[in-house]
């Protein structure tokens, strides 16, 4: 047979033909009939398998009656378990019915408190469904300050075996706080599994009653007893109880005096109206003890014979069973007096009002109607209508922005019954938006609900609001342009704070915590430290505000210059409370300061000892600065002349010339007025006046420097003389250069090629002895190389042809090694050289050569032409007979190849230095700046 679980079992067809009311067998006799049963079957089932050869018919017929019998048995045990299960789901789900939906909270501890069972009350108790609080600590809802409690309430119920109580809060899911009370008791589930039912039941009613009415006896024991009020309880005319005030109203401390007295002889025998004061009180507690309530005033006399008058309120109540008047007594006379003060105030409010333009309104939540006065409806931008207004009307004026926030609000105000504090905005009909402010709360009257409440115009609040804000940005921006950091004293906690830039200044992390007066005085430096307590002091002492710059150390050893600016907060008393202000790193403007300084004295140092005169003057003219030299020049001190007009200073500059030339340099242009003469000073002056501008372009003023080019001019004619004496001489030197040449050139036309020639046409002619033709030929044949050589020195082709290099080494070949031997030394000549630099190289090297075969004796000679870069070095060495070089500087020279040399060096812009002494050789070094040839 096959058992289902319990779960399983409800999944069953019912059984119509089974009793619903039948009980079920008790769980061991249910076990013992298995147990019986089974073992029968075990012998029924070896019977079946024993061999039949060996049984008879008999024990075979037997057998199988048996069988039979036992099959019916069985049929009527399965009906019976069948039974039995449609019991056990009867019960369940009677179980499930009591459990599950029972109206108190059922759980399941083990004996570390977790959850592992809970029925759906108790699930609601904890604000959350059950599959989510099983395996959960019953602990983590209690409240925290009564989980001890709670803790030691559960060790008493796995301690002892009755039930336990405790009365404690719980926090929901969704942390609502509920008051619960609880009754655990232990349970065996098993050997070593104890449980813990407990029981929860859903207090907060009842305790909230209770604190209500423990929060009202003590409201009003306290109203009784602490009252400003007079509290009396009276038995008929007679004192039963009263409170201190009641004590100083009736002139006494004493309670002894008063209780159970008469209060009539307090009283004056008639009151101002003519009536006994004993039947006017008689009137009034009679109508109290009727109507319930009643209230007069009554005028006694003090003992000083001041008038005052008393407000007695009667109401009837009733103490322990016994019936008793309980009075409120005021003195009124202040009131009285006051009434019409009171009128007065009442009208300036409704002025306030007014001009506040708070408007009043009531909503009938039932109807959706709205009762607006003229100011609500003045605030919603329209016309003023005494007709109710539909809700969903004045809602249309919401700003689509807010419409859902004030649904919100008004469902929560009237589902709740909290008071309603609101700001939104309104769009009136012709598109501008309005703030309003909503004040109000649901006020039910039986059955009706009414939401009643005010409207204010808070549009200009708003604004004041936005620019406050945008003054506090602009602060910020402000204190972040200035790189300040705000800081605060607290005097009583001795404690500095201090914003994340002012840490930043004093070298501090970027921490919240609050500094100490002594650690930031500690940063203070030593020698500053007598003068930064000394102001402070000051500061506390006279009032004046705090404005201290001094320098701190950093935590790193940094020195930083600061100012520190803040005034004293002080109590209504006059006690100092805080001293609060800014602070800002100075240090770069300290340095800046002093740079500028050193330049102004370095400024003013140049404008004292400068050699020209130096003025300047604003756009009027006004003469703003005056140097020493300027001083001598107009024989006038600094301090004859600043401040006055230069043109009363220099009155023949008052002229159209110069006031146009002021003008352009005030337009910005400069101008510079040359040979200028002073009237009381011999010379000529040179005047450049220059435009002065500020930072933003705009000329301010004019700065003019006056100069002595007397000398100047002097020395340029003197140079410009010298110039043409020197043209004349290089001049004279070419000429005479030109007519060397020309009788070098007939000389060797005439002693060289004439006599080839002339020897030739002997030879032709046959004159004197014979000469065979050959020798004729030989002579032509010189003639010709003459010829060549003549034309190579006055015109050498190879150098327009192939270049510097072959012209150079061409040069060479032809003087040595015949006449003399000479070294050619070339380098960095590839790409050429500007033609008229090559010419001159190669003319200089050939005059240079020549002046060597002529005078030096020589018998070797050092060429080298070598150009890096933009410099061509070009140097001759021999090591003749040489000569004085110092002779050069000082006797002119002779010949005109050293002067050739120099003029050509002079015309390319080079240096040429010569080096020799006699019997050492001479060296010539030329250098000259070369560009490439294009």
Known sequence: MTTLPPDAASDLPADKNVPAARPAPAPTLVHEALHALRAR??????????????????????????????????EMQYEELLLAQAEAQAARAQYVDLYDFAPVGYFSLSDAGVIEQLNLCGAQLLGAVRQRLQGRRFGQFVEPTDREAFGQFLARVFRTERAQQLELRLRRDDNRLVYVQLEGLQVATGPDAPQCRLVVLDVSQRREATLAREAAEARFRATFEQSNDGMI???????????????????????????????????PERQPDGRLTIDTLNTCLDLAQTSGWCRIELRRTLPNGR???????????????????HAIWR???????????????????????????????????ASSLVQCDARTQAIFGRAYDPRPIAMDELNQALHPADADRVAAAYQVAIEYGTALALDYRVLWADGS?????????????????????????????????????????????????????????????????FDGRARAIFGYEATPAVLTFAEVMSAVHPDDLALVEARIQQVFHDGTPLDSEHRIRQLDGSVRTITVMGTVVRSDEGHPLRLTGIVRDITHRRETQAQLRREKEFSDSLLQHSIDGIAAFDREGRITAWNVEAARYARLSAEAVLGRSIFEVYPRFNNPETLASVQRVLAGEQVALLGLRF??????????????????????????????????NRLAEEATRLRLRQQQEVLSAILETQETERKRIAEALHNGLGQVLYATKLSLEGKGSARPPAESLKLLNEAIRTTRTISFELTPGILQDFGLRIALEELVKRISPRHLPINLHLQGLEPALPAPVEIAVYRIVQELLNNVLKHAQATEVEVHVVRENKLLEVSVEDNGQGFDANMLASAPLEGIGLAGIRNRVALLGGTLQVQSQPGRGTIVSIEVEVEQAQ
């Open 41 to 74: 079957a075990e012998t029924r089932r070896q019977l079946v398998t024993q061999a039949t050869e060996r049984q008879t018919p008999a024990d075979l017929q037997r057998l199988v009656q048996e069988l039979q019998v036992h099959q019916i048995e069985l």
């Open 233 to 267: 309880l009276l038995e008929g005319h007679s004192f039963v109880d009263f409170n201190a005030a009641a004590l100083r109203l009736l002139g006494t401390t004493d309670p002894r005096q008063v209780r159970g007295k008469s209060m009539l002889p307090f009283w």
């Open 307 to 325: 008038e005052v008058w008393d407000e007695l309120s009667f109401n009837p109540v009733l103490v322990q069973g016994r019936p008793l008047l």
């Open 331 to 365: 003195d009124v006379t202040t009131p009285r007096t006051a009434r019409e003060q009171l009128r007065l105030s009442e009208e300036r409010l409704q002025m306030a009002l007014g001009a506040s333009e708070t408007g009043i309104f009531t909503w009938d939540v």
């Open 433 to 497: 938006v309005h703030h309003v402010s909503l004040a109000g709360r649901l006020v039910r009257d039986g059955r009706r609900q009414t939401f009643a409440g005010v409207f204010r115009d808070v549009t200009a609040l708003y604004e004041a609001e936005e620019e406050l804000r945008v003054s506090q940005d602009r602060l910020q921006l402000a204190l972040t342009a200035s790189a300040s950091g705000v800081w605060s004293w607290e005097i009583s906690s001795n404690q500095l704070y």
């Open 679 to 712: 009237s009381h000073r011999d010379g000529e002056y040179d005047t450049y006046l220059v435009p002065l501008s500020s930072q933003s372009g705009e000329v301010t003023g004019i700065l003019a420097i006056i100069r002595d080019v007397t000398e100047r």
